[in-house]
């Protein structure tokens, strides 16, 4: 049997507002002139330096806007990151994206096993059965229960405890997802819905339909 370790936010399942686009609509509120994208990409690499939950954040980091303002090159005065710091920027509402089942059935008939793999609070375990996430993923492997965040590789290791065969971990962030499976010795996928890294230009899908044939391709051995 082989298996395929899968993210969960912005993989399977969509959040509104994704949390770079509520962060961005803040930013703007504030005066600074920033698109979606410049948020994005500031704070994934800012997440990206982030190996360990807070203890104050149910299986998440602090988010320390002083350095996510300085990857986007705004000084970050002491005002200006308070308040921002201030904003919940987390979302109850979601849903999975239109290819996510698909996926996960079609996995689940080639008789692969499929372990969630998610930087995410407790509540995870709503949101997969809300969203019949349960009737796929054999086991769930997140930060708020292992104490570690992708990208550090040893939240991998636990998910291959409960792998048979190879493995491959297809996710959205290239900074987390795409680094952190590769520093374990592991195939990745990166999943670039939005075209958020067209820089990368192998190991790279714009969709889950995409994603099957290339984990045929990764597992092939």
């Given amino acids: 049997m082989k ?6 936010g912005d993989t399977l399942v969509k959040f509104v507002p994704r949390m770079h686009e509520k ?11 920033v698109t979606d994208y410049q948020v994005f990409r500031a704070l994934v690499k800012h997440m990206g330096k ?20 300085y990857e986007m090159g705004i000084p970050p005065t ?30 689940k008939g080639r008789r692969v096993k499929i372990i969630l793999v998610t930087n995410t609070t407790k509540k995870v375990r709503r949101i997969v059965r809300d969203l019949d ?7 769930v492997v997140a930060s708020c229960d292992v104490n570690l965040m992708k990208p550090h590789p040893k939240i991998f290791y ?19 997802d795409y680094i952190g499976a590769r520093r374990a010795y592991l195939n990745a996928i990166l999943l670039d ?27 092939k051995y």
Avoid: Q, W
């Fill in 3 to 8: 298996s395929v370790f899968v993210d969960m």
């Fill in 23 to 33: 962060m961005a609509e803040v930013m703007r509120k504030e005066g600074l002139e």
């Fill in 50 to 69: 982030s190996n360990f939950p807070h203890p104050d954040h149910d299986g998440l980091s602090a988010l320390d806007f002083t350095d996510i303002l």
């Fill in 78 to 107: 002491p005002e200006l990151v308070r308040r921002l710091a201030s904003v919940n920027y987390l979302s109850d509402h979601y849903e999975l994206y239109d290819d996510s089942i698909p996926f996960l059935r079609e996995l």
């Fill in 133 to 139: 996430l349960d009737k796929y993923v054999d086991h």
């Fill in 158 to 176: 636990h998910a291959s405890l409960l792998a048979e065969g190879p493995a491959v971990h297809i996710g959205d962030v290239y900074e987390i």
């Fill in 193 to 219: 819905r939005f075209n958020f890294y067209p820089e990368i230009k192998r190991d790279k899908v714009n969709n889950l339909y995409e994603a099957l044939k290339l984990i045929d391709e990764k597992l």
